[in-house]
Each structure stands twice: as structure tokens, then as C-alpha cells.
């Protein structure tokens, strides 16, 4: 299920069952004092939220870009963060397609312009975030967490909006791609020095070279070696349950870190 805050409005993360794309509304940490203060307009921000998702729907269903970005406009006067709208609407409508095509009842060609068009809402949520950030260049200079997808994964969306959700919380951030052979992946960890490296499996026989990669980086001395965290559709459906020296999280929200910049 997709959560929300119910008063400041950002979105929580996905909570189990993922495949429920219902949404749910909590307090969260910073807004637990307001708590008594629940009344009708939460309840209508759900109604709100889920207006969204099946206007954005329905534009994908079409290949209707102007409409999309129409949407995007209505999202942000109702102060939906652009990181949000990415992680609590578009993915969401992206797993909907995942199974309409694996059912198909959703034909290539809807799929490719679904896909289409979230790349197409991507820039243009990533151009408007970065614009109000301050230090949100996707090529980083000094990276703190280098975001690699597993190898032959072909799956792109994810990484960006992880990249994006990172750089909103303060921590700079950048992609490597395509990914690198393991000695020149370890060798840009060690030059690099990020503290995490994060990695996104869409299949679960792409777990296999991020093994290898989890093993070469726990080789490295303490000094430069990264916290390894690894996600995507492979781990939030549990086909994978654990890689060797890596962390495995269903969830970008679950990850803490300081939050200067949200
Ligand atoms: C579009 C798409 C494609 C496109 C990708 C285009 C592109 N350039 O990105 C193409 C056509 C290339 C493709 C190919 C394939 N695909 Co595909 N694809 C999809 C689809 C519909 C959407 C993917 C997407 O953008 N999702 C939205 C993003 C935001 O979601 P996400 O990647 O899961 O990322 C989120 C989280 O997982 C998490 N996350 C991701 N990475 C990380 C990393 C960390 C560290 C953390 C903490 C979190 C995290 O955060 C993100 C935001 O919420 C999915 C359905 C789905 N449920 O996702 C199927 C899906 C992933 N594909 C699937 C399959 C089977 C394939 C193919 C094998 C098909 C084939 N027979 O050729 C190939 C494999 C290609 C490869 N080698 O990787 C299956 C995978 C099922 C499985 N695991 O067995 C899915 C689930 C469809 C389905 N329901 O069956 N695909
Ligand atoms: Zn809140």
C-alpha cells in the first residue's frame, strides 16, 4: 500500500502488501504534534491523490503528454513534492503496467508509451526539483552515494527517481552508467569514496554480479569502503532475500539519513 502523510502531505513509503496499491494515510514524525487535528480536508487529500494517479493513468493509456504535464502542474499547486509525485504515483502506475502487460491486457505498444511518457514526467519533475536545489547535479562532483544498476539490468527509471529522492534529502548523488566491469566499478569505489553505493535489480538472475560486486567491495579497508544497499523490483517482491555483505531495502524511505535540505 502507498502511504502518506495526511498533514504535511509527503509521501511515506510503500508498506506491504506491495501489490495493494491502495493508499493509506499516517502522521509522520515531524507532524505527530498536529495529530488531534485530523478533519475532512485529509480525507480529501486521499480523494486528491487518487484523482492523480487515474488522470495520470489514463494519459499513459493515451500517450497524452500535454495532459501529463498538466497533472504535474495541478500536483505541485497542491504542494506534492515532485520526489513524491514520482515515488507515490508514477512507480506505482508503472507496477499497474508491469502486471497489465504480464496479464496482457495491456498491448507493447501502450507499454512503450507508458514508459515513454514516465521518462518524459521524470525530466520534467528532475528539471523543476533541481531548479530549487542547490547542489542537485546529477553528475555530482564528490559523490556520497554512486547508484549502479545490477549488471544487464535494463530497467532505468527506478535509479533516477532513487537519485533524485537522495539528492532532496541533501546527499549528492551520482549514476554510473552503463554499469562498469567489476574491477573498474571497484577501482571508481575506491577513488570515489562515496558512503553508500546503491544498486537496483529488476530480475532475480541479476543478483548474481551483485553478489560479485558486494564481495569485492567488502575487500576494500575500512577507510573507503561504502555501506552496499540493494533494491528494485527483485527485492520489494521478495524473490531476493539477502545478497552477502549488502543491505536490502524494499523501500528508499526506509533508508535513514540526515535531512538537511527536505
Ligand atoms: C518498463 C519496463 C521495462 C522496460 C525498461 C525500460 C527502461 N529503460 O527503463 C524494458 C522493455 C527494457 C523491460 C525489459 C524487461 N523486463 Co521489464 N518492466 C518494466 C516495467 C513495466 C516498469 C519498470 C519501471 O520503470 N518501474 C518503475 C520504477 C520506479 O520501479 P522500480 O524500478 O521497481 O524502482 C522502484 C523500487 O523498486 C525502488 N528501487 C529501485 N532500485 C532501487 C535500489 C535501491 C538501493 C533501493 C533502496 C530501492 C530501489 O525504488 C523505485 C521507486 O519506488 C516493470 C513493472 C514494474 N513493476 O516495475 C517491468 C518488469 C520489472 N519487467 C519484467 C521483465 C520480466 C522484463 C524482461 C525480462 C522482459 C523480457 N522477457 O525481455 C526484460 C529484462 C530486461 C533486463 N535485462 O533488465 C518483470 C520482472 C519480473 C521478475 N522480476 O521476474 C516486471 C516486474 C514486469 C512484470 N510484472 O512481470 N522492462
Ligand atoms: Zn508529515
Same mark, same amino acid.
Given at each position: 500500500?502507498?502511504?502518506?502523510?495526511?498533514?504535511?502531505?509527503?509521501?511515506?513509503?510503500?508498506?506491504?502488501?506491495?501489490?495493494?496499491?491502495?493508499?493509506?494515510?499516517?502522521?509522520?514524525?515531524?507532524?505527530?504534534?498536529?495529530?488531534?487535528?485530523?478533519?475532512?480536508?485529509?480525507?480529501?487529500?486521499?480523494?486528491?491523490?487518487?484523482?492523480?494517479?487515474?488522470?495520470?493513468?489514463?494519459?499513459?493509456?493515451?500517450?497524452?503528454?500535454?495532459?501529463?504535464?498538466?497533472?504535474?502542474?495541478?500536483?505541485?499547486?497542491?504542494?506534492?513534492?515532485?520526489?513524491?509525485?514520482?515515488?507515490?504515483?508514477?512507480?506505482?502506475?508503472?507496477?499497474?503496467?508491469?502486471?497489465?502487460?504480464?496479464?496482457?491486457?495491456?498491448?507493447?505498444?501502450?507499454?512503450?508509451?507508458?514508459?515513454?511518457?514516465?521518462?518524459?514526467?521524470?525530466?520534467?519533475? =528532475?528539471? /523543476?526539483?533541481? &531548479?530549487?536545489? @542547490?547542489?542537485?547535479?546529477? !553528475?555530482?562532483?564528490?559523490?556520497?552515494? #554512486? *547508484?549502479?544498476?545490477?549488471?544487464?539490468?535494463?530497467?532505468?527509471?527506478?535509479?533516477?527517481?532513487?537519485?533524485?529522492?537522495?539528492?532532496?534529502?541533501?546527499?549528492?548523488?551520482?549514476?554510473?552508467?552503463?554499469?562498469?566491469?567489476?574491477?573498474?566499478?571497484?577501482?571508481?569505489?575506491?577513488?570515489?569514496?562515496?558512503?553508500?553505493?546503491?544498486?537496483?535489480?529488476?530480475?532475480?538472475?541479476?543478483?548474481?554480479?551483485?553478489?560479485?560486486?558486494?564481495?569485492?567491495?567488502?575487500?576494500?579497508?575500512?577507510?573507503?569502503?561504502?555501506?552496499?544497499?540493494?533494491?528494485?523490483? =527483485?527485492? /520489494?517482491?521478495? &524473490?531476493?532475500? @539477502?545478497?552477502?555483505?549488502? !543491505?536490502?531495502?524494499?523501500?528508499?524511505? #526506509? *533508508?535513514?539519513?540526515?535531512?538537511?535540505?527536505?
Amino acid at each position: 500500500m502507498l502511504k502518506w502523510c495526511a498533514f504535511c502531505q509527503q509521501f511515506q513509503g510503500e508498506i506491504p502488501p506491495y501489490e495493494d496499491l491502495g493508499i493509506t494515510h499516517s502522521v509522520c514524525r515531524d507532524c505527530q504534534p498536529k495529530a488531534l487535528e485530523f478533519d475532512d480536508s485529509h480525507i480529501a487529500h486521499a480523494q486528491l491523490l487518487r484523482t492523480f494517479h487515474e488522470r495520470l493513468f489514463a494519459a499513459g493509456l493515451h500517450g497524452d503528454l500535454a495532459s501529463a504535464e498538466r497533472i504535474i502542474e495541478d500536483a505541485m499547486l497542491f504542494k506534492i513534492r515532485g520526489v513524491d509525485l514520482l515515488l507515490g504515483i508514477m512507480a506505482p502506475i508503472m507496477h499497474q503496467v508491469g502486471e497489465a502487460w504480464r496479464r496482457d491486457t495491456l498491448s507493447v505498444t501502450q507499454e512503450r508509451s507508458f514508459s515513454e511518457l514516465c521518462r518524459r514526467i521524470y525530466d520534467l519533475v =528532475a528539471a /523543476k526539483m533541481r &531548479m530549487s536545489l @542547490s547542489d542537485g547535479s546529477p !553528475e555530482a562532483e564528490r559523490p556520497e552515494a #554512486l *547508484l549502479f544498476n545490477a549488471p544487464a539490468n535494463r530497467h532505468r527509471l527506478g535509479l533516477r527517481i532513487i537519485a533524485l529522492w537522495l539528492e532532496q534529502k541533501g546527499l549528492r548523488a551520482r549514476i554510473v552508467e552503463p554499469t562498469p566491469g567489476l574491477d573498474e566499478l571497484v577501482e571508481l569505489v575506491s577513488s570515489t569514496r562515496p558512503k553508500l553505493v546503491l544498486i537496483s535489480i529488476a530480475v532475480a538472475e541479476q543478483a548474481v554480479g551483485v553478489i560479485a560486486i558486494a564481495a569485492r567491495i567488502t575487500e576494500l579497508p575500512a577507510a573507503v569502503r561504502p555501506s552496499v544497499l540493494v533494491g528494485g523490483y =527483485a527485492v /520489494k517482491s521478495g &524473490m531476493i532475500s @539477502s545478497i552477502p555483505h549488502a !543491505e536490502l531495502l524494499a523501500d528508499i524511505n #526506509l *533508508l535513514a539519513v540526515a535531512n538537511p535540505a527536505a
